[in-house]
């Protein structure tokens, strides 16, 4: 009999939790090692019980699931992450899937799919709803923006770098990832025809976006 795939759940919803375990209870393939309330939880419960698969909520009280995927990600926790949420906008397909989630899934997605999608998960394989699999689709096919203003959010990083934040800084003060943080100044760099944090600041000032030196 093969060794079955170890879980930690982590949602902040009790009855969510309650129900994914007993349906992983039922089918001896799965083991579910652990439950988390909120991304912090899920982080220390990761490095201690080294489950394959983690099922991470994104919206949680508390520590989210983008900010915990970083941060799993970055301390080197070998645990495959698969999304389990009810978003499907790029605002937090992007971020999750940059910060190191293995795979995408939506909670109305059908039994046999979610089991599926672990099975995949706990081998490395890249897992994603269709609604998920065609907004990363369109998104490579259409090009981000290279001209025109500064979204307000690239405003928001241009502003902290201006101040002498690392992208750590920044990340922590916005509430999202490093690797969002990174995006947005691969966007700012193109849109001010810039290669580096210092000319973009310059750049910055000198078009006013800054203010007065």
């Known amino acids: 009999m093969k060794t079955p795939i170890t879980l930690l759940i ?23 090692v652990g439950e988390a309330a ?3 939880e899920a982080i220390r419960m990761a490095e ?11 919206r949680m009280a508390g520590m989210d699931g983008v900010t915990a ?12 992450i698969l999304v389990l949420t009810t978003y499907d906008t790029d605002s937090h397909v992007l971020p999750a899937i940059e910060a190191g989630a293995t795979g995408y899934l939506l ?9 599926r999608a672990v099975r995949s998960a706990a081998r490395g394989e890249v897992t994603l709803s269709p609604s998920v699999a065609a907004r990363l689709m369109n998104r ?20 902290l770098v201006a101040a002498g934040h690392t ?46 030196r």
């Open 167 to 212: 992208n750590r800084d920044a990340a922590r003060k916005l509430f999202i990832t490093e690797a969002t943080v990174k995006t947005h100044l691969i966007n700012i760099y193109a849109k001010l025809e810039v290669n580096d944090r210092a000319s973009a600041v310059a750049e910055g000032y000198n078009r006013g976006l800054l203010g007065a």
């Open 38 to 40: 909120d991304g912090a």
């Open 69 to 80: 995927i970083g941060e799993l990600t970055r301390r080197g926790v070998k645990s495959h």
């Open 140 to 159: 490579l096919r259409t090009p981000a923006p290279t001209t025109g203003p500064l979204s307000e959010r690239e405003l928001e990083v241009l502003r």
């Open 10 to 32: 982590a949602d902040d919803h009790p009855v969510v939790r309650d129900g994914l375990s007993s349906m992983f209870a039922r089918n001896p393939e799965f083991t579910v």
């Open 107 to 115: 909670k109305d997605a059908p039994r046999d799919e979610l089991l």
């Open 48 to 58: 201690t019980l080294t489950p394959d698969v983690i099922l991470m909520d994104l």
